[in-house]
């Protein structure tokens, strides 16, 4: 429940380049969101920016490390996040929605030099338009990461072993089996970010 999720987000925050220090962005803040405002933090970013529409993840993302959030239907994200980083913008954005949407505001919210991780497929027929003049002269990095691997999944198991993961960060609702249809029900909700169902 727990260990593939966390694995495909050390992937991710490898594919992003972390090394300590940077500003990182992490764009919707469902299960995987959090797991990466966590990871960016154990990595060492300097500052951990959120953005979200839900005030429940907005809220659990601060608890978990973020520095600041951005909910994106009341603020323009980009003015946000400049007025966050002195203008410089972030050192690397994690797109977590499969949307073009988010995915153009990845490239808008990525500074001089910074990577853009795109966490999650599109739609086979979507078409990304980007500027390559832009990407060239801004040495901007757009960067896939899909899935995960063995050794991500070792780090993984590592990581919640030592206790940097825990389940209770992100498991907000459990239920047993008899009461399959309620966990349904209830990962639907925008207040659940990860229910399990218990054997």
């Known amino acids: 429940a727990l260990v593939e999720p ?12 972390l090394r ?11 299960i995987m969101g959090q797991l990466h405002v966590v990871l960016a933090r154990h990595a060492g970013a300097s500052q951990v920016i959120g953005l979200d529409r839900v005030p429940f993840r907005l809220q659990r993302a601060r608890e978990l490390g973020a520095d600041a959030v951005v909910h994106v239907d009341e603020q323009d994200p980009k003015a946000a996040v400049a007025a966050l980083t002195g203008g410089e913008l972030a050192d690397a954005v994690i ?43 801004r ?4 960067v896939p990461s899909y ?6 999944t070792r780090e993984a198991l590592d990581l919640i072993t030592r206790g940097v993961v825990q389940g209770s960060q992100v498991v907000t609702h459990e239920f047993p089996l008899d009461r399959v249809v309620e966990a349904y029900k209830t990962a639907a909700m925008t207040s659940a970010l990860k229910t399990i169902v218990t054997f």
Request: hydrophobic share 35%; proline share 5%.
């Open 20 to 30: 300590g220090g940077e500003r990182v962005v992490v764009i919707g803040l469902g």
């Open 139 to 142: 040495e901007i990095r757009l």
């Open 6 to 17: 966390l694995a495909c987000t050390v992937k991710s925050i490898r594919r992003a380049g």
């Open 147 to 152: 899935s995960c691997g063995p050794n991500d």
């Open 95 to 137: 797109v977590g929605p499969g949307s073009l949407e988010a995915m153009e505001l990845g490239l808008g919210l990525v500074g001089r030099g910074g990577t853009v991780v795109l966490f999650t497929t599109s739609r086979p027929e979507d078409q990304l338009s980007i500027s390559p003049y832009d990407l060239y002269f």
